[in-house]
């Protein structure tokens, strides 16, 4: 029987020839990744099991970047943390700012995560690396200090739901993140509960590698454990100048089992905007337009990439922020702030009335850097619409592309790149 | 494992981590300081509301969101026994076994409940009584290896235990 990417990666690292949906295994893990959150936790619970050494230096990685630069004394301590324990384990991927950035942005640039991975991360979206062809998923605390003391864990081997993208997009503004904004509203914050998502087809093979990870990204907002894109020449292309380590590529079989496939026509879609409170919420923009907003951020670990960057200068570039609107633009990592410089599209953001941040995760998760007061609106590139995500319970977050958010900043309500004038 | 027995509180559906545990007070992982401000936006005061024992039921999806364990943490310090759901957000529920708060998927029992009834669950089996009611339910029960982890207090004593055993 045929397997799929999901089954085949873990049929891999659990050593054996075959698995199916629904089994429970026990597979190595190629690298186990923790922040300044999740990783002091982590470390509690590693220094609870009784042994004295990780099971390997070299496949840990900690990024300080949720709450740092440290915003407060207990973030300093929290980051302070997984920095000793680093130290203490001589670990290999251990990086402080200023040369690291928002830890999903920062592993695929570094080449640290590879096709055909299995990974573990503290962190929910560490299935963004599902967009390079890596089985990589989300886990807790505990789990994470379990991979840390033994490099594996146990994995129920998830069905899978297969996305076929068919067309091109008419509006040229359409992009990864209109898509899968589409798909959660389509099948609903549970849609993909426990399951792996797969995304193929013409619109998919179009995407960028930045897009793509855009995509996988938010595959967990669908209650996935993966969201997997076959590697293919661009992937190649992208990791060859990155990688570390040697890499594999697995494809799903043609006669794979799929819990259910889904066919999407991408030709009319629309900007995709998601409502308060729910990722699923979601509305075209040409319907939403009557939303005024208070602030405009465009960053964190769904698009802080610099495609993300260079699609928000365009719609920014000779325009003023609304005299009413804060812009808070955040690059994902030090390399993509470098680039941003370079390419002149900080002077842009600046020149618009924008603040251009250093990396950090800062107001995604209502950290710090942007805080929403009571009753205030924001658009954002970020990934979550949760009550509270960003600052007061009674304030407001509208989940956007780079290109809607950057327009919105200019009209003060939600709207377009074409309708910026 | 015991029989926990406690009074049921209702919660929706879609519960999320930043409501179960706002992200503004991650900046630490002490169990109590987190119980303190647990579902604060939806129950305020909830630890000192609940008697110790009493039992979180909820709708679809509870604890969807983020990977944090600060949300199951703040649960079991808040002094809730145990949560029933119609449904889990994935990582939500390893994150509870892991550290050996019984978490069941258990619908029906879910849906009748009212506020206040009194449950009995017994985790090992997966069946509740709603004694309120005179009603009983059969949860899902856990794997064997997943009922190990629990009975073992969570995933780091088991693992422990584990490599002891190997030494
Ligand atoms: S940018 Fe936001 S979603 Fe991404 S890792 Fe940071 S807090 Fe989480």
């Keep these: 029987m045929g397997m799929t990417i999901a089954e085949k990666i873990l049929a891999a690292h659990a050593g054996l020839d075959e698995v199916k949906a629904g089994d429970l295994v026990n597979a190595k893990l190629d690298l186990v990744l923790a922040n300044d959150i999740t990783g002091p936790l982590a470390i509690k619970e590693f220094n609870k099991i009784g042994i004295d050494k990780v099971f390997d230096k070299d496949k840990i990685v900690l990024i300080p970047d949720h709450f740092a630069p440290a915003k407060d004394i207990a973030s300093a301590q929290q980051c302070r943390d997984i920095k000793e324990f680093s130290q203490k384990h001589q670990l290999t991927h251990y990086y402080e700012i200023g040369r690291t950035g928002i830890e999903h942005c920062f592993l695929p640039e570094q080449g640290l995560v590879v096709p055909g991975d299995l990974v573990i991360g503290a962190d929910s979206h560490t299935c963004t690396y599902g967009a390079l062809g890596a089985f990589s998923t989300g886990v807790g605390s505990t789990d994470l200090a379990v991979g840390m003391a033994l490099g594996e864990n146990w994995f129920r081997v998830p069905e899978t739901i297969k996305f076929i993208l068919t067309g091109k997009p008419k509006n040229k503004w359409v992009g990864g993140k209109d898509y899968i904004l589409y798909i959660i509203g389509k099948i609903g914050v549970d849609g993909a509960q426990y399951k792996a998502m797969e995304f193929t087809g013409e619109a998919i093979d179009a995407l960028s590698v930045d897009g793509r990870m855009t995509m996988s990204n938010m595959a967990i907002e669908a209650g996935a454990k993966a969201g997997l894109i076959a590697a293919d020449e661009k992937t190649i292309e992208y990791i060859k100048a990155r990688a570390k380590r040697p890499w594999k590529i697995y494809e799903s079989d043609p006669d794979a089992v799929y819990a259910q496939i889904i066919e999407i026509d991408v030709t009319d879609l629309e900007p995709q905007i998601a409502f308060p409170h729910l990722p699923s919420n979601t509305r075209p923009v040409s319907r939403s337009t009557h939303v005024k907003i208070d602030q405009s951020v465009i960053g964190s670990c769904t698009n802080g990439r610099i495609e993300d960057l260079r699609i928000a200068a365009r719609v920014m570039q000779g325009k003023k922020v609304h005299p009413s609107i804060r812009t808070i633009v955040i690059p994902g990592t030090q390399e993509i702030y470098m680039q941003a410089v370079n390419e002149g599209l900080v002077q842009i953001f600046v020149e618009a009335g924008a603040v251009f941040s250093p990396p950090t995760c800062g107001p995604c998760l209502g950290g710090y850097m942007g805080i929403l007061a009571k009753g205030e609106r924001a658009i954002s590139t970020t990934n979550r619409n949760f009550v509270g995500r960003m600052g007061h319970p009674e304030s407001e977050v509208y989940l956007s592309s780079p290109a809607i958010a950057a327009a919105s900043a200019v009209l003060g309500r939600i709207g377009s790149p074409g309708e910026v004038a | ?167």
């Excluded at chain 2, 629990?150 to 190997?166: D, H, N």
């Design chain 2, 1 to 167: 494992m015991e029989k926990l027995k406690g009074k049921a509180w209702k919660v929706g559906n879609d519960i999320d981590t930043d409501v179960i545990i706002p992200a503004r007070y991650l900046n630490t992982s002490d169990g109590d300081f987190l119980a303190a401000h647990c579902l604060e936006d939806l129950i305020p005061n909830v630890k000192e509301k609940i008697t110790p024992g009493d039992i979180l039921v909820a709708g679809k999806n509870f604890g969807c969101g983020s990977s944090r364990e600060h949300a199951p943490i703040a649960i079991k310090y808040a002094g809730f026994s145990c949560v029933l759901a119609e449904s889990y957000a994935r990582i939500f529920y390893r994150n509870a076994i892991n550290i050996g708060l019984p978490i069941i998927v258990a619908p029906e029992a879910c849906r009748e409940a009212i506020e206040g009834d009194v449950l009995e669950v017994d985790p090992t089996t997966g069946v509740i009584h709603n004694l309120a009611q005179s009603r009983s339910y059969q949860g899902e029960p856990f794997p064997p290896f997943m009922l190990e982890i629990l009975e073992s207090g969570g995933v780091i004593p088991f693992t422990a235990k584990k490599l002891k055993g190997k030494a």
